[in-house]
């Protein structure tokens, strides 16, 4: 047997492990939202303690894809790399503020920073792999991934951004609010492009996963804005088990990537 194919069937015997371990660790953590949800004391340290945990899963995927002497896509993953840091910098930073400096709800705050400092490095690493498929692209498949994206814009402004603005007379959140629509937007736009455009083959599986990432990200910075505004939300919500699906999914897609590219 060739190192290669021992390779092969290394990885797919890790990933076959790894989605396991991924889909009890969501089971486990929404388990524990739901059992928790009267006991919001625990829940407020859970919370803070198990996101920073869920955003290392794409980071040290990632970074372990880049290592990987073979891995025919390592520039658009060494992007992807720093954006998942600076996610996981801006969880540890939130849960600095929550768990040591007792602010509860930090926001808007220097975690915001690096959260949205994040998504350009996603956002390029995602556009640099699908460069190197440009020749596949039509006018037909660049179309439907946008009107999707503005059919998302269009409910994100009804339900999100003129109730937001209504809701808050505070200059810097309602910026800050916003900022996190309008790069989620950009994110999905590419991912979805990329679904469309390698549907049916194997590098495509890898972005349906990233597809259903995105959304769930989106779900969550959606939800996350709208109930800030309105002052309902707090650490523990449920709606932050969209963020902790988001890490597990971003991290399955770029192992998917990784398997299907030596």
């Known amino acids: 047997m060739t190192q290669s194919t021992g390779l092969v069937l290394d990885l797919s015997v890790t990933k076959s492990v790894g989605i396991k371990a991924a889909i009890s660790a969501c089971l486990i953590i929404t388990v524990l939202y739901l059992v928790l949800q009267p006991y919001l004391d625990i829940l407020y340290v859970l919370s803070n ?61 220097l975690a915001d920073f690096f959260w949205l400092s994040g998504y350009p490095f996603v956002l390029v690493g995602m556009i640099t792999f699908l460069r190197q498929f440009r020749f596949a692209l039509n006018r037909r498949t660049v179309a439907l991934a946008f009107s999707i994206s503005i059919a998302v814009t269009g409910l994100i402004v009804v339900s999100l951004v003129l109730p937001v ?69 707090y650490d523990g919500n449920p709606l932050d088990l969209f963020y902790d699906y988001a890490y597990i999914f971003f991290g399955l897609s770029i192992y998917a990537q990784l398997k299907h590219t030596w």
């Open 49 to 109: 303690t198990s996101e920073p945990i869920f955003s290392l899963v794409p980071f040290l995927v990632a970074l372990y894809a880049v290592r990987q002497r073979n891995f025919a896509f390592v520039s658009s993953t060494r992007w992807l790399v720093f954006g998942f840091l600076l996610w996981f910098l801006g969880e540890a930073t939130y849960t600095t503020y929550a768990l040591f400096f007792g602010i509860a709800i930090p926001y808007p705050s």
């Open 165 to 233: 603005i209504s809701s808050s007379a505070d200059l810097m959140e309602n910026i800050v609010g916003l900022a996190y629509p309008i790069v989620d937007v950009t994110l999905l736009f590419a991912s979805i492009l990329g679904a469309l455009l390698f549907r049916g083959g194997k590098v495509g599986r890898g972005w349906y996963w990233l597809v259903i990432a995105v959304v769930l990200f989106s779900l969550g910075d959606i939800l996350f804005s709208y109930l800030t505004a309105k002052g309902l939300y």
